[in-house]
């Protein structure tokens, strides 16, 4: 798909560049805080993605990058992202459960184009604000606990 860089403030690029300088518990905590706020995202883009069987909605996954700092994907499709990338980004294509077979009724329907990034209805859109709000204030609790420690 496409990479959604999430910047922040001075303050955020600052920590986040210098995560390894932190002490081990800081990084951990900030780590998974940030981890926590990418599976936000990921959940919202799941209930947004479109739905016939439930294969992409149940596919997607956060993977943490090793050779970045604070860097994740959300990643839906699997071996089947190509699959991903056309559903999410076609917008002619009905996600509202009309074409299923007789027998498919009964399953749940719906979903949108665009489900991670893109549209104002995205699920990253949908929670940018209070997101790049929540980074901005825990790299204010990082460093206020590294100028208190002295590190």
Do not use: C
Not at 95 to 116: C, I, T
Request: aromatic share 6%; hydrophobic share 40%; no cysteine.
């Amino acid at each position: 798909m496409a990479e959604i860089r999430v910047i922040g403030s001075e303050r955020v690029r600052m920590i986040a560049d210098r995560i390894n300088d932190l002490p081990e518990t800081l990084q951990r905590d900030l780590r998974q805080f940030v981890r926590q706020r990418v599976e936000v995202v990921a959940g919202a883009a799941a209930e947004k993605a479109p739905i016939k069987f439930g294969t992409l909605r149940r596919s997607v996954s956060v993977d943490e990058h090793s050779d970045a700092n604070l860097a994740y994907s959300i990643v839906f499709g699997g071996m089947a992202s190509a699959y991903a990338e056309v559903q999410h980004e076609r917008e002619d294509f009905r996600h509202d459960g009309s074409g299923r077979l007789p027998h498919e009724r009964h399953l749940p329907s719906g979903g949108v184009h665009h489900y991670l990034f893109g549209r104002d209805h995205s699920a990253w859109e949908s929670n940018e604000e209070a997101i790049t709000r929540d980074l901005d204030e825990k790299a204010a609790e990082i460093a206020r606990a590294v100028i208190s420690r002295g590190v």
